[in-house]
């Protein structure tokens, strides 16, 4: 291989080990940060952020396919709503009520729950390897919901976050399900770009709601910038050309390995910045969750694009 081949590469999986760390850590900042800026106001100053950022090199290519976008604009609006407006907002949300650990964990049951809605949506034919994955993985999100105990698994005792994050789940596999029965013929740039001009659109009444009635905004300082600046750039645009380009050089296959990652990175970084500790029951859970992605995982299934 020559040189040059070899750096693009290594590169690649230079990237690929960057991004599951960029979303843990944007797990983690959802839940430091969840007493001094609100959730809608982290989700909604964070897309504005990323949106600014990417202008510059996004309106040329959005001008370009214009004709395109005006096309299929009921198909990228839905698109938007459930990948920039609800995914993240929700994951947000949930760290008020629940570890980011817990949302680690739950967040790398993404591709499960791809394969299970493709099944449910698409009739995809999912082999008897895959059921048993999915049903697997569905235990482990049980027992790190119920927190290992049948007692809150019966009395549906369970922390809301841990639900709220479920549901952030569920919307990322729809946006995805929805990416391949609504595909859009679209530059990955120009396609970000609009995602995220209209994921703020879908947020900004959600937001206002919040500043009037309930949160009441927050106060922009020394200390709130950093984290605002992290979770746009970061797991907002870096995490995307990352992911894409890993996919584009080593193939979805060997990419989808590197998501497992996620969890492991933010058991990490949540022990260290807020203190948090592994109980036995996210080792439990989360060894459920693991063995189900792996039986449950196909090569295809990575191939989308990401936006945490």
């Keep these: 291989m020559p040189g040059n081949s070899r750096r693009i590469i290594w590169l690649a999986y230079i990237g690929l080990i960057l991004t599951p760390l960029f979303w843990a850590g944007n797990a983690v900042v959802a839940r430091g940060m969840v007493d001094t800026i609100p959730p809608l106001s982290l989700a909604f100053w964070r897309w504005c952020i990323a949106l600014v950022i990417l202008l510059p090199i996004g309106l040329p290519k959005v001008r370009a396919h214009w004709s395109v976008i005006m096309k299929h604009k009921g198909s990228m609006l839905a698109l938007a709503t459930f990948s920039v407006g609800a995914f993240n907002t929700l994951l947000y949300l949930s760290a008020v009520t629940t570890t980011a650990l817990n949302i680690t964990l739950v967040n790398s049951t993404i591709p499960i729950m791809v394969a299970l809605l493709a099944w449910l949506i698409l009739g995809d034919r999912t082999r008897p390897i895959q059921a048993m994955g999915i049903a697997l993985a569905l ?87 950093p984290p605002l600046l992290y979770v746009a750039i970061f797991p907002g645009i870096l995490a995307y050309a990352f992911w894409n380009n890993g996919v584009h050089r080593i193939g979805p296959a060997k990419a989808a390995v590197f998501m497992y990652l996620t969890p492991v990175y933010g058991s990490v970084l949540a022990g260290l910045f807020l203190g948090e500790r592994l109980s036995l029951f996210h080792l439990a859970g989360g060894a459920l969750i693991l063995i189900g992605l792996l039986m449950t995982t196909r090569p295809a299934s990575a191939g989308k694009a990401v936006i945490s």
């Design 139 to 225: 235990a482990g999100i049980l027992v790190v919901v119920g927190q290992g105990s049948w007692q809150v698994l019966g009395g549906l005792a369970f922390q809301p976050g841990d639900l709220i994050m479920v549901a952030a789940v569920a919307s990322w596999g729809l946006f995805s399900v929805l990416l391949r029965r609504q595909s859009v013929p679209l530059d990955p740039i120009a396609f970000l770009t609009v995602q995220i001009a209209l994921g703020v659109v879908v947020v900004l009444p959600f937001y206002l709601l919040d500043l009037l009635f309930f949160s009441g905004g927050f106060e922009l300082t020394p200390g709130t910038i």
